[in-house]
């Protein structure tokens, strides 16, 4: 699929820019005063609880 967006994008004419590096480490969640914040799972590299909130002891 990737291949046919990129043929596509190319006969419109369209070419996109190289993307750039991370500008830092990120983490999928954070644990502040013994709440954890964030995306906690993640299935094929993409979130499966987003913007949730866990009490751990």
């Known amino acids: 699929m990737a291949k046919e967006i ?6 419109l004419g369209i070419e996109l820019p190289e993307g750039s590096l991370p500008a830092a480490a990120y983490a999928n969640a954070v ?8 995306a906690v799972s ?4 993409l979130p499966i609880i987003v913007n ?4 751990v002891e």
């Open 6 to 11: 990129e043929a596509r994008l190319k006969s």
């Open 42 to 45: 993640v299935r094929d590299n």
């Open 52 to 55: 949730s909130i866990f009490e």
């Open 31 to 38: 644990t502040v005063n013994g709440l954890m914040f964030g």
